[in-house]
Antibody, heavy 123, light 112 residues
Framework: EVLLVESGGGLVQPGRSLRLSCAAS????????MHWVRQAPGKGLEWVSG????????GYADSVKGRFTISRDNAKKSLFLQMNSLRAEDTAFYYCAKNMMGSSWYRGYFDPWGQGILVTVSS | QSVLTQPPSVSGAPGQRVTISCTGSSSNIGAGYDVHWYQQLPGTAPKLLIF???NRPSGVPDRFSGSHSGASATLAISGLQAEDEADYYCHSYDNYLSGSEVFGGGTRLTVL
């Protein structure tokens, strides 16, 4: 069974940093691009970032560019999201998702999704 | 304001057919990029419902279907059932500037 499990969320003050992790199992992690997608409480989905299978190609939403960094460790079957200079508007459930279609991060679809992890930015 | 536009809500009685529209522009759906749909049941993670415009993953009933034309896409659900009550999101790629994945704002389906 393909499984994605996020961790590292919690309450953090504005301006501080947080690092999310996503542990993958049940598939050849190194063969798939991966994504982070977030959802503010009661709101819609917002794509955050994507990374190609070999980390050579990376994309970010304008709302997080320069503050967030996506990375992966294929040997450890793990995806990461380093979030710096956090703002109240970054408060959301963060989901990792496996990219289907192609080796790069763009133009694919997401299946499956992790269960999500809540990040709350507040003083 | 989402790049892809969906109606905030739709409703229908059990057994009826409903459609959810997803309107984009020349930099996303209109440029020929595929449209995908996700279903999000209350309190759960999104689940892939339709991929590459009109394909169903294994396990998704054939009551769900997708289509697209020009810069728009449509999700149709026939034979509505109570368990279909959920939020539905469309997704595509947008080539504006450096490019990004984009979602619709989501549509809440209520089964009356």
């Amino acid at each position: 069974e393909v499984l994605l499990v996020e961790s590292g969320g919690g309450l953090v003050q504005p301006g501080r940093s947080l690092r999310l992790s996503c542990a993958a199992s049940g598939f050849s992690f190194e063969d798939y691009a991966m994504h982070w997608v977030r959802q503010a409480p009661g709101k819609g989905l917002e794509w955050v970032s994507g990374i190609s299978l070999n980390s050579n190609s990376i994309g970010y939403a304008d709302s997080v560019k320069g503050r967030f960094t996506i990375s992966r460790d294929n040997a450890k079957k793990s995806l990461f999201l380093q979030m710096n200079s956090l703002r109240a508007e970054d408060t959301a459930f963060y989901y990792c998702a496996k990219n289907m279609m192609g080796s790069s991060w763009y133009r694919g679809y997401f299946d499956p999704w992790g269960q999500g992890i809540l990040v709350t930015v507040s003083s | 304001q989402s790049v892809l536009t969906q109606p905030p809500s739709v409703s229908g009685a059990p057994g009826q057919r409903v459609t959810i529209s997803c309107t984009g522009s020349s930099s996303n759906i209109g440029a020929g990029y595929d449209v995908h749909w996700y279903q999000q049941l209350p309190g759960t993670a999104p689940k892939l419902l339709i991929f590459r415009n009109n394909n169903r993953p294994s396990g998704v009933p054939d009551r769900f279907s997708g289509s697209h034309s020009g810069a728009s896409a449509t999700l149709a659900i026939s034979g509505l059932q109570a368990e279909d009550e959920a939020d539905y999101y469309c997704h595509s790629y947008d080539n504006y500037l450096s490019g990004s994945e984009v979602f619709g704002g989501g549509t809440r389906l209520t089964v009356l």
